[in-house]
Structures are given as structure tokens and as C-alpha cells.
């Protein structure tokens, strides 16, 4: 069987910090390890417009910048195909008839759904759609026959959620569709990265992200006020390394080499976290050196992103091109499942022949 992959985004914003060590970073090295028969990146448009129907500005001018951040990353369109969503509209057409295995409590015990309804004050009255979105997910995975789906823990309900649609499929109508797996960021710190502010996760509606397109000063000044140990006021003071995010971001980005180029009066992490612990060193420093180590792995990002931005032409064009061609793999998936679903009625002679036996040779 052929590997595959699919994953993708929902074009809401920017993309930041915590999608590049959540998914962006992981996407590359997938992309680049040349495991994988076909490697295919969403931009989840009409996913978006689910709970942003009423802004759809917003939606499309979005669909460019998310596909500026994949260019800038690293996400190679002649290894990856790279898609819009609604323009395929095979996709509609199988979330029409694979919500016929899906009960509707089933989608309200989905918890991520169970979250976003209440993230979204959705508590009294769910539009349809929004509800229905991990049915549309099912048909992003499956019309391209996804083995693998790489995304963060978030989604870890929504590939539940399509394994249970294919098995149900397969049981109803015969084997048809590939089974997927998820296929999360084995590093447990780079699954959640917190926001500046320490809170539980990077998002844009909490004004705690770092922007892959930031520019050099507010990735300074966003590193400056990040929250800290607020008991350690004076540099003598004992400090906790434990949800003080400065650490927490060390953890995930700090290299040995880092410490040689910048912080050279510690060997590693645990030196300076030890020295932290027992006092005398000031939030000054470690900020600096974490300004320093993200200063050097988002610049060649944003000067890539600026350079694409100066010939978006060539983007449009990486996204017109990928999403013609993965319509035809769509295309494929919804002639086979709706043969398996003896709905192909002008797909070839059979049905004619069907129906002249029956009612023609009594
Ligand atoms: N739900 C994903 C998000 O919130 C976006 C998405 C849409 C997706 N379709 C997908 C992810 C298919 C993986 C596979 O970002």
C-alpha cells in the first residue's frame, strides 16, 4: 500500500511559533525524508469558514498567508501538494454521504468540537455546519487515501473520529477506504508550546504568539515580556525553572551549540538552570540568550517570506497547480465510493444492463 500523507490548516491567521515545533518542523523532515509516496497540505478554507461564515475576507486573505509561512518553512511544492480546500468540491460530495454513519451525538461528544462550542459561545445554538466539520475533516483524510496525518494532539479526536467513519464505511459498503493514523510530534514539549504569557497554549486570540513573520524588534520585545518567576524579583532571589516560560522555550529550542555561541559561561541547559534555581542570575540573561536562538531560526524564515511576498504570482500559481492535481486523486476516491455505494449509475453500462434484465426480458 501506498504511503500517504495529509494534514493541513485552517486559514484563520498567521501561522506562529507553536505550528512550526507542533507540525511545520515535523512536515519538512516528513517531506524530506522521502518515506512517503505522496505528501499533501491542506489550507482548510471552508473548515474556516465553518465558524467564520460571516468574514470571509478574513478567510482568503488568510489562504496566502498560510501559504506564505508553508513556502517559508521549508514545504517544497515539487515534493508536496499543496491545496485549497473548497476548490476541490469532491470533498463535499463524500462529507454528503459519509454523515449517513454518523450519529449527532456522536459528533457533540467529540471533545475538541466539545471545546470549540464553547470557545465559541455555540452552547445554545451550533450552526450545522460547524458541527458537522470533523465529517468534513473524515473527507479531506480519506479522498486522498491518507495513511499517515500528522497534527497536533488537538486533533487527535478528529482521526478517531474518521477511523470510526472508515470502519463503518468498509463494514456497510465493502473495503473502499484506507484506514488513516495520526501521527503526532514525539517530542512531548513541542506538542503544546505555551504562549508569552504562560498560558497553556500559543493562540492568536490570546495575543500570546510569536509570528513566523515577526520582525526582528517584536521578536525581541515579545521575548522581553515573557512571563518569568514572578517571586523572583531581585537577582539573588531563588528562581523556578518550572512554568517559567523563558525555560520552558529553552527546553524546546536550546542546543549545546547554543550555549558555545552565545552563553558560553554554561555548558547546557541544566548548568543554567541550576545556577537560576540557587539565585544570582537575573531573567535579563535568559531572555537574551532565548532572543538569540529564536532570532537565528526565524530570520532565514522571514527573509524567505519576504522574498515569496515579492512574487506572490509564484504562489498563487504553487496553489493553482496543487490543487488541480489533487482533485484528480479526490476525483478517484468518489468514483470508488460511490460505485461502492451503487450510486455510479452513468459511470459505465451496468446499470442499463441491470435494469434492461429486469424489466425488459420477463
Ligand atoms: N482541523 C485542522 C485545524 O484546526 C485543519 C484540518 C482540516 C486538517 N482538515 C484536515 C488537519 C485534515 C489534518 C487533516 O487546524
Same mark, same amino acid.
Given at each position: 500500500m501506498k504511503k500517504i500523507i495529509l494534514t493541513g490548516d485552517r486559514p484563520t491567521g498567521?501561522?506562529?511559533? /507553536?505550528?512550526?515545533? /507542533?507540525?511545520?518542523?515535523?512536515?519538512?523532515?516528513?517531506?524530506?525524508? /522521502?518515506?512517503?509516496?505522496?505528501?499533501?497540505?491542506?489550507?482548510?478554507?471552508?473548515?474556516?469558514?465553518?465558524?467564520?461564515?460571516?468574514?470571509?475576507?478574513?478567510?482568503?486573505?488568510n489562504v496566502i498567508e498560510v501559504a506564505l509561512d508553508y513556502l517559508a518553512v521549508g514545504i517544497d511544492p515539487e515534493k508536496t501538494t499543496i491545496l485549497i480546500q473548497s476548490e476541490v468540491s469532491e470533498l463535499t460530495e463524500l462529507t454528503f454521504y459519509y454523515m449517513n454513519l454518523v450519529t449527532l451525538s456522536r459528533l457533540q461528544r467529540n471533545?475538541?468540537?466539545?471545546?470549540?462550542?464553547?470557545?465559541?459561545g455555540f452552547e445554545k445554538s451550533i450552526p450545522v455546519g460547524f458541527?458537522?466539520?470533523?465529517?468534513?475533516?473524515?473527507?479531506?483524510?480519506?479522498?486522498?487515501?491518507?495513511?499517515?496525518?500528522?497534527?497536533?494532539?488537538?486533533?487527535?479526536?478528529?482521526?478517531?473520529?474518521? !477511523?470510526?467513519?472508515?470502519?463503518?464505511?468498509?463494514?456497510?459498503?465493502?473495503?473502499?477506504?484506507?484506514?488513516?493514523?495520526?501521527?503526532?510530534p514525539e517530542n512531548e514539549l513541542e506538542q503544546r508550546l505555551p504562549g508569552t504569557d504562560g498560558k497553556a497554549k500559543m493562540s492568536k486570540s490570546l495575543g500570546n504568539c510569536i509570528y513566523l513573520a515577526d520582525d526582528a524588534e517584536t521578536i525581541r520585545k515579545k521575548v522581553m515580556s515573557m512571563y518569568t518567576d514572578p517571586n523572583h524579583i531581585k537577582i539573588d532571589d531563588p528562581g523556578q525553572?518550572? /512554568?517559567?516560560?523563558?525555560?520552558?522555550?529553552?527546553?524546546?529550542?536550546?542546543?549545546?551549540?547554543?550555549?558555545?555561541?552565545?552563553?558560553?559561561?554554561?555548558?547546557?541547559?541544566?548548568?543554567?538552570?541550576?545556577?537560576? !534555581?540557587?539565585?544570582?542570575?537575573?531573567?535579563?540573561?535568559?531572555?537574551?540568550?532565548?532572543?538569540?536562538?529564536?532570532?537565528?531560526?526565524?530570520?532565514?524564515?522571514?527573509?524567505?517570506?519576504?522574498?515569496?511576498?515579492?512574487?506572490?504570482?509564484?504562489?498563487?500559481?504553487?496553489?493553482?497547480k496543487g490543487t488541480n492535481d489533487a482533485r484528480k486523486h479526490a476525483k478517484e476516491t468518489l468514483r470508488r465510493v460511490k460505485q461502492a455505494m451503487k450510486i455510479d449509475y452513468f459511470e459505465n453500462d451496468e446499470f442499463l444492463k441491470e435494469i434492461i434484465d429486469k424489466y425488459q426480458e420477463k
Open positions: 498567521r501561522l506562529h511559533l /507553536g505550528h512550526y515545533v /507542533g507540525s511545520l518542523k515535523n512536515r519538512v523532515a516528513l517531506q524530506n525524508s /522521502g518515506e512517503f509516496d505522496k505528501i499533501y497540505i491542506m489550507i482548510a478554507d471552508a473548515q474556516a469558514l465553518t465558524d467564520n461564515f460571516d468574514n470571509p475576507s478574513k478567510v482568503r486573505n471533545p475538541t468540537v466539545k471545546n470549540e462550542i464553547g470557545l465559541r458541527l458537522n466539520y470533523p465529517i468534513s475533516q473524515a473527507a479531506d483524510i480519506t479522498a486522498f487515501d491518507a495513511t499517515c496525518v500528522p497534527v497536533g494532539v488537538d486533533q487527535l479526536p478528529m482521526i478517531e473520529q474518521t !477511523r470510526e467513519i472508515v470502519h463503518s464505511f468498509n463494514n456497510v459498503y465493502g473495503n473502499t477506504l484506507v484506514m488513516p493514523e495520526a501521527k503526532i525553572v518550572e /512554568g517559567n516560560v523563558v525555560f520552558t522555550y529553552l527546553d524546546v529550542f536550546a542546543k549545546d551549540e547554543d550555549f558555545v555561541k552565545y552563553l558560553p559561561e554554561y555548558k547546557n541547559l541544566d548548568e543554567l538552570k541550576d545556577h537560576y !534555581r540557587r539565585g544570582g542570575l537575573g531573567d535579563m540573561v535568559i531572555k537574551k540568550f532565548l532572543n538569540n536562538i529564536l532570532q537565528e531560526l526565524l530570520k532565514p524564515i522571514r527573509e524567505r517570506r519576504e522574498e515569496l511576498s515579492q512574487n506572490i504570482e509564484y504562489v498563487y500559481r504553487v496553489l493553482e
